[in-house]
């Protein structure tokens, strides 16, 4: 402890170390997923008969972008070390209610837009609300919840239907110079949600809370504060997501299969991205691209020319890979006794 | 503290305990194990509620809800499992809590300055503030612990088992850095097994024996042995004798 040779990443030549450690493991995560997306992507690029048409791309983008806004929501609750299984249930309630109030003028849009928002704002808070004051665990408390907005959005849309402002949901479906405005939804959602979410003093929270949640609150993070925001952000994503989705289909529909196929998928999604399930480790951004690598996958096997009967089993084969290359890790660790930690 | 009381179930954690801490002082808490001195002390930061007795800061009563609220006026506290989050870097790890902020955000530049300033201050031999506390050894670890604790200035520092895991020469430094913080006016209590070290810096002991206050020395006045026979038989009567 005496004698230190070099101080705090003050002195010079650290910039390269400096860099390497703020390579983080999230930042490795981040880029196994673009790279496993890219690699997927150009393979169906190549693959698929004819040009690649803005169309082409504009289809894909919308597809994998429903996936990435729930994987997003997914990814808030388990960097504070918990699962959330209600936001596909979340997606589908947004989905019913934006399917009969976001119609009319635009006037009647926008307060539709800003309802539907609100809701799953209010879901994620309420959700976030029972696991801090109930300290109940919150896997079984989205659960429940989760069958309780499910319940909601059938009472709302017991038939499948609705309609939806037209313009709006072509406009958020084309794409402009073949860039696809959903992904320039993303890219606000990470711009104005996700980034300054995660440089907040809450959001820094989350990670402290999911990293060593005892230390947490011995060093005063405003832990419960911290995870009611967490699971309310993750409400909003999942709502976003159900607009898209009205977006897309035109209508509403208030299918289990949705729901549970979303929830799952975004538990995917976000593990691929790079993120632990036990919490402090990740990013939003990482588990975008590792919804897109679930939803290419699919794309995969229509060129490939391969039975879409077997795309589940694809995917599943995708998430073992991804996942064992998350581990691979374990392969560098020196201390063997880190790995029981 | 007066007349502090804390149960655990059937358990009797403190009875009646008092405590005196002024401005300046090093105290040494001692006791066996499970003789309540952690209790006690997590009462003081408010990371546990009391049962019945007064908190006084001061002159001031308090009624510190959790370790947020007693941090505020000054009061901190080095655990003994260092309560730092393994996966974050050293410098998030020292400003845990109250991340420096520039408006609604973490100011992250100021943040790993000032975090490489105090660890060159307090001669912290950590590579980097961006390097995960986890892959450091568990003195280096202490270290962050202990950066963070003296760098907000504080009028109190509850030490819990402080040289359990240092070297010899970590030891030394340590007790260097109280002496200093001494000198600051900054009281500090330190839970040790180690009575030579409590012997080195500190103006008093205090025992506790199955959650009872049995007696207190002058460090100046006393002896290792005398303390320890405290701690070994001390009693009941051994209290009001010692008063």
Same mark, same amino acid.
């Given at each position: 402890m005496n004698a230190p040779t070099e101080t705090a990443g003050s002195g010079a030549g650290t910039g390269r170390r400096r860099f390497e450690m703020r390579l983080s493991v999230a930042q490795r995560g981040i880029l196994v997923a673009i790279a496993i997306f890219a690699v997927?992507?150009? *393979?169906?690029?190549?693959?698929?008969?004819?040009?690649?048409?803005?169309?082409?791309?504009?289809? *894909? @983008?919308?597809?994998?972008a429903l996936l990435a806004l729930v994987a997003m929501a997914q990814t808030l609750p388990v960097?504070?070390?918990?699962?959330?299984? @209600?936001?596909?249930?979340?997606?589908?309630? *947004?989905?019913?209610? *934006?399917?009969?109030?976001?119609?009319?003028?635009?006037?009647?849009?926008?307060?539709? /837009?800003?309802?539907?928002?609100?809701?799953?704002?209010?879901?994620?808070?309420?959700?976030?609300?029972? /696991?801090?004051?109930?300290?109940?665990?919150?896997?079984i408390v989205t659960l429940a919840m989760?069958?309780?907005?499910?319940? /909601?959005?059938?009472?709302?849309?017991?038939?499948?239907?609705? @309609?939806?402002?037209?313009?709006?949901?072509?406009?958020?479906?084309?794409s402009t110079l073949a860039v696809p405005h959903s992904a320039i939804l993303l890219l606000l959602v990470v711009l104005f949600i996700w980034i300054p979410y995660r440089r907040s003093v809450l959001g820094r929270a989350a990670y402290a809370i999911g990293s060593a949640e005892q230390a947490a609150y011995m060093s005063g993070v405003p832990i419960e504060r911290a995870k009611i925001l967490a699971f309310a952000l993750s409400g909003l994503l999942a709502a976003i997501g159900g607009l898209l989705l009205t977006a897309i289909t035109y209508s509403g529909a208030a299918k289990l299969s949705i729901a549970n196929d979303y929830t799952l998928n975004s538990i995917g999604a976000v593990v691929i991205g790079g993120t632990s399930?036990?919490?402090?480790?990740?990013?939003?951004?990482? @588990? /975008?691209?590792?919804?897109?690598?679930?939803?290419?996958?699919?794309?995969?096997?229509?060129?490939?020319?391969?039975?879409?009967?077997?795309?589940?089993?694809?995917?599943?084969?995708?998430?073992?890979?991804?996942?064992?290359?998350?581990?691979?890790?374990?392969?560098?660790?020196?201390?063997?006794l880190d790995l029981y930690r | 503290m007066r007349r502090i009381n804390k149960t655990f179930g059937a358990v009797q954690a403190?009875?009646?305990?008092?405590?005196?801490?002024?401005?300046?002082?090093?105290?040494?808490?001692?006791g066996d194990n499970s003789a309540g001195k952690s209790t006690l002390m997590k009462i003081l930061t408010g990371a546990y509620q009391r049962d019945?007795?007064?908190?006084?800061?001061?002159?001031?009563?308090?009624?510190?809800?959790?370790?947020?609220?007693?941090?505020?006026?000054?009061?901190?506290?080095?655990?003994?499992?260092?309560?730092?989050?393994?996966?974050?870097?050293?410098? !998030?790890?020292?400003?845990?809590?109250?991340?420096?902020?520039?408006?609604?955000?973490?100011?992250?530049?100021?943040?790993?300055?000032?975090?490489?300033?105090?660890? !060159?201050?307090?001669?912290?031999d950590v590579n980097s503030v961006y390097q995960k506390v986890e892959s450091l050894s568990g003195g280096? !670890?202490?270290?962050?612990?202990?950066?963070?604790?003296?760098?907000?200035?504080p009028k109190v520092i509850i030490l819990d088992e402080p040289t359990a895991?240092?070297?010899?020469?970590?030891?030394?430094?340590?007790?260097?850095?109280?002496?200093?913080?001494k000198k600051h006016n900054v009281a500090q209590v330190i839970i040790s097994h180690r009575l030579q070290d409590i012997f080195a810096v500190g103006d008093r002991v205090m025992v506790l024996k199955r959650g009872r206050h049995v007696g207190e020395r002058d460090v100046s006045q006393s002896t290792q042995e005398e303390v320890l026979r405290l701690i070994v038989q001390g009693d009941a009567e051994e209290k009001t004798q010692a008063k």
């Open positions: 997927m992507f150009m *393979a169906y690029a190549w693959k698929q008969p004819g040009p690649l048409t803005a169309n082409i791309v504009n289809t *894909a @983008s919308n597809k994998g960097l504070v070390g918990g699962l959330d299984l @209600s936001v596909g249930a979340i997606f589908v309630l *947004a989905n019913c209610l *934006a399917s009969t109030v976001v119609v009319g003028n635009p006037v009647s849009t926008t307060f539709g /837009i800003l309802a539907v928002l609100l809701v799953g704002l209010l879901c994620g808070t309420i959700n976030g609300a029972i /696991i801090v004051y109930g300290r109940l665990q919150p896997l989760g069958a309780v907005y499910f319940g /909601i959005s059938l009472a709302l849309r017991p038939q499948p239907g609705g @309609s939806v402002n037209f313009e709006l949901a072509d406009f958020m479906t084309n399930l036990f919490g402090g480790v990740g990013s939003a951004i990482g @588990s /975008i691209f590792g919804a897109f690598v679930m939803r290419t996958v699919g794309d995969l096997l229509i060129v490939f020319d391969i039975n879409p009967v077997l795309q589940p089993l694809f995917v599943g084969i995708v998430l073992l890979v991804a996942v064992c290359m998350g581990s691979l890790r374990v392969l560098r660790i020196k201390n063997k | 403190l009875i009646d305990v008092d405590f005196k801490l002024q401005p300046g002082e090093i105290l040494g808490l001692v019945s007795g007064d908190v006084l800061v001061a002159g001031k009563g308090t009624d510190f809800r959790s370790p947020h609220e007693s941090r505020e006026v000054g009061i901190e506290m080095i655990y003994q499992d260092f309560a730092l989050c393994g996966n974050m870097d050293v410098g !998030q790890n020292i400003f845990l809590g109250r991340w420096p902020r520039r408006g609604l955000f973490v100011d992250r530049k100021k943040m790993y300055s000032d975090a490489g300033e105090v660890l !060159q201050r307090l001669k912290v280096r !670890q202490q270290s962050v612990a202990i950066a963070r604790a003296i760098s907000f200035e895991n240092l070297s010899v020469m970590a030891t030394e430094r340590l007790l260097e850095t109280m002496l200093e913080l």
